[in-house]
């Protein structure tokens, strides 16, 4: 049943019910909200509990949208009141927006919730190499750029492999936007590199040469993808092939090759980075939620560890699962979100938002 036939329904037992009954339902109908639609429930009023339930439905279904920036046309996922407060979602390596498809849902009904794909992933734009250059500092533009343009001014960040660079660069030069971080497998110690995995990649770094291109080449292929989703998983039967098989596809592009290529060669241009971004975290101490699976061997515990040294006001979490850890403990860390937001972010909004209020009115 759409909404206007509950509008309906309920218009046509108005006049059975009185001034005050119509009133109550006059107000769920225009409010639009689940209390709204409770209060009616509440009050036995007919097609009241169907518009309760049309309107959590709308709150949490996810919408796909493209807006442009520098250009580009960026793809993203969103869902949530528009005047909620915002959690952007900032994916990894090789993933996409795709990765938070669940987990956009189980929040959407108390935030606003955007999930982006950066250029070169998912549905957005993929320019070639020769006409953007794909470094980190670039795609956190994009990623600044595309905030702006979908009208998100303050945020928690989500950030996941990838996005742990790009929304750090935008966290430790916008301090002021950021409402608190939510880091899943996202590396900003040094102690996250460990050479086992990293020493090709650390290598290229210093000696981009067509031999060792040709060796991370190997980190494209559906063997490399299925093993980050697989592998450090405690129950594989729990991980969608969806997920790597819709990766690989987006690898196996044309062109994509070189632009993931690219963003290996630049991955070096992170760890200097790292001394900044943790004085950012000692200086404005973001309230931190860490979700971290503890059986990856990409981003190892060693790199979740360091957060406790530099946080104060952090949750702190490792799961028994793998790289993807959404995968297999989605419903797990989205409770463990909805907790952290409202014990510990929704405070320190308001908490700031008072100060403001005292501040610029000269009140107590």
Do not use: C
Request: net charge negative; charged share 25%; proline share 7%.
């Amino acid at each position: 049943m759409d909404r206007r036939e509950v509008k309906r329904g309920a218009t046509g037992s108005w006049s059975k019910m009185g001034a005050a009954g119509a009133m109550v339902a006059a107000l769920a109908l225009a409010a639009g909200t689940a209390l709204a639609g409770a209060e009616a429930v509440s009050a036995g009023l007919p097609g009241a509990e169907v518009q309760m339930h049309d309107a959590i439905g709308d709150v949490s279904t996810v919408r796909y949208k493209t807006v442009k920036v520098n250009g580009l046309d960026i793809f993203y996922r969103e869902a949530g009141p528009a005047d909620a407060p915002v959690i952007l979602l900032l994916h990894g390596f090789p993933s996409s927006s795709h990765m938070f498809r669940d987990l956009i849902p189980q929040l959407a009904r108390e935030y606003r919730v955007i999930a982006p794909d950066y250029p070169g992933y998912g549905n957005s734009a993929m320019p070639k190499v020769d006409e953007f250059s794909y470094t980190f500092d670039n795609l956190a533009k994009v990623v600044d750029g595309f905030t702006r343009a979908v009208g998100a001014e303050k945020f928690t960040i989500y950030v996941q492999d990838y996005g742990a660079p790009i929304g750090y660069r935008i966290a430790s030069g916008q301090p002021e936007r950021v409402q608190g971080m939510i880091v899943q497998n996202g590396n900003a110690y040094v102690e996250g590199l460990p050479d086992g995995f990293w020493a090709p990649l650390k290598e290229f770094w210093k000696n981009p040469t067509p031999e060792l291109r040709t060796q991370l080449e190997g980190f494209l292929t559906l063997d490399t993808t299925k093993w980050q989703y697989l592998h450090g998983a405690k129950d594989a039967e729990k991980i969608s092939p969806d997920a790597y098989l819709m990766d690989q596809a987006g690898l196996d592009r044309p062109g994509n090759k070189d632009i993931q290529i690219a963003l290996f060669k630049d991955y070096g241009s992170n760890p200097p980075l790292y001394p900044q971004w943790q004085e950012y975290f000692r200086t404005h101490q973001p309230p931190t939620l860490i979700v971290w699976g503890k059986n990856d061997q990409i981003f190892p515990p060693a790199g979740a560890e360091p957060y406790k040294r530099d946080l104060k006001n952090i949750d702190f979490h490792l799961l028994d699962t793998g790289h993807f850890a959404l995968e297999e403990m989605g419903d797990v860390i989205a409770q463990k979100i909805k907790v952290f937001m409202k014990e510990r972010v929704v405070p320190a909004i308001a908490a700031k938002q008072s100060a403001h209020v005292e501040k610029t009115t000269g009140t107590k």
